[in-house]
């Protein structure tokens, strides 16, 4: 590798790890015809982890970061004193394929500042996929970042070569894109997505009645919001989640906690600590929302506007609404049962299974993979010890939190 390439990588690559919307996947893409690479066996490509617990890797990397906005939080900001440096689209190609062929890396997330207009930049990043597709019949996993404000067009020939798509939202409130990139248009970053979710959901739908149907974006679209930049709630973060998984059939809502990288009035100070707490609760809502039956409603309102730090949202809903509790371990339907905090989906599913069989007991519910000492305040079954008794929310939170102060109070 030449000391010009050398020096492109060192600099693209370290600008493109503020984005975290390249975790995946699901994709199936299969080796056919002995061509390169393959993305088949279920496991997705990602550069952390897979299900199995496999760490998989990456070539994550900017195209270019030159960019003709100017907004705040990122670092390749036009404004902001840092050496540019551009890859040509061969370039990129030939690094994926050599470092593929060194078995580095399993695919490609490629994203990109904006040259001098989102199609011109959009052409480049497609361009890359197709030549890897085609010219090389690479099957690795290949992850594209759509350019906000490109063509139809532009978007439907990156879903024919990308096992995923995405449009970073950003900033989650409108108002607070306006204030930190006023140069970018909310309407603009949809358009994108909205063509996506309806491309994606035809080509399902001729795939189950065509053959040799392409696959389109077969990994689905995502996208990613940066938390803490702006003024927004945890409540706009989650309803705006929401609202895209189920009106535009989102695959993931990534949440990156802002990283101080400039100094700038609107923005926190570049001392300031990046929010990972508050991306991790983000991160256990947004789970809640997809998998446990949750509405962004029950998790957050007007008098409850932010996730609790200290408590995971399920436990923190728990404790307000101690009403619902305790619940019959042995007769209280499936969705109760999710809702009970130290029980996930899995253990549900042996609790339902195993009382057809019979009334449990505690001992038993215990061995089914329950967090019994948090459990034992919202549940009711024969055997379990008499813990909740008149404990208020409070009491509750702090025994779960903090089991010397339970034993202390034995004394």
Wanted: net charge positive; hydrophobic share 35%; aromatic share 8%.
């Amino acid at each position: 590798m030449s000391e010009r390439i050398l020096e492109k990588l060192s600099i693209l690559a370290d600008a493109a790890k503020y984005d975290v919307s390249c975790a995946s996947s699901g994709s199936d893409r299969k080796n056919h015809n002995k061509g390169l690479g393959n993305a088949h066996p279920g496991m997705g490509i990602c550069h952390t982890y897979t299900a199995d617990g496999r760490c998989v890797s990456l070539l994550k990397v900017l195209m270019t970061n030159h960019c003709i906005y100017d907004c705040a939080y990122c670092v390749s900001r036009k404004s902001n004193d840092i050496k540019r440096a551009a890859f040509t689209v061969q370039e990129i190609v030939d690094l994926t394929i050599n470092f593929y062929r060194r078995n580095y890396i399993e695919g490609l997330f490629l994203s990109s500042g904006i040259f001098k207009d989102p199609d011109y930049t959009m052409e480049r990043l497609v361009l890359v996929a197709k030549k890897l597709r085609t010219e090389h019949r690479f099957n690795g996993y290949i992850h594209l970042k759509a350019i906000p404000g490109i063509s139809p067009e532009l978007t439907h020939e990156a879903g024919l070569y990308a096992d995923r798509l995405s449009v970073n939202l950003e900033i989650p409130t409108e108002a607070g894109l306006k204030l930190l990139a006023p140069e970018k248009d909310r309407a603009a970053m949809i358009r994108p997505m909205r063509y996506l979710q309806q491309e994606i959901t035809r080509f399902e739908s001729e795939q189950q009645t065509m053959k040799h149907v392409p696959k389109f974006a077969p990994a689905g679209q995502s996208t990613q919001l940066i938390v803490g930049a702006g003024q927004e709630t945890d409540r706009d973060i989650i309803s705006l989640a929401d609202h895209f998984y189920r009106q535009f059939r989102l695959k993931r809502v990534y949440y990156s906690g802002y990283v101080p990288v400039t100094t700038d009035a609107r923005l926190p100070a570049l001392q300031s600590k990046v929010p990972l707490i508050r991306e991790h609760r983000l991160y256990q809502a947004d789970w809640l929302l997809r998998f446990y039956g949750f509405g962004p409603q029950e998790l957050l309102s007007d008098q409850h506007p932010d996730l609790d730090q200290d408590v995971d949202p399920k436990l923190g809903w728990a404790l307000r609404n101690l009403h619902w509790f305790p619940v019959d371990i042995n007769r209280a339907d499936r969705l109760l049962l999710a809702r009970v905090p130290g029980i996930g989906m899995p253990t549900v599913k042996r609790i339902c299974e195993a009382r057809r069989f019979g009334d449990l007991n505690w001992e038993q519910v215990k061995k089914m993979g329950i967090m019994a000492n948090r459990a034992q305040y919202f549940v009711s079954c024969k055997g379990l010890p008499p813990s909740r008794g008149d404990l208020n929310a409070q009491q509750i939170k702090r025994r779960i939190i903090d089991p010397a102060a339970q034993q202390l109070s034995l004394f």
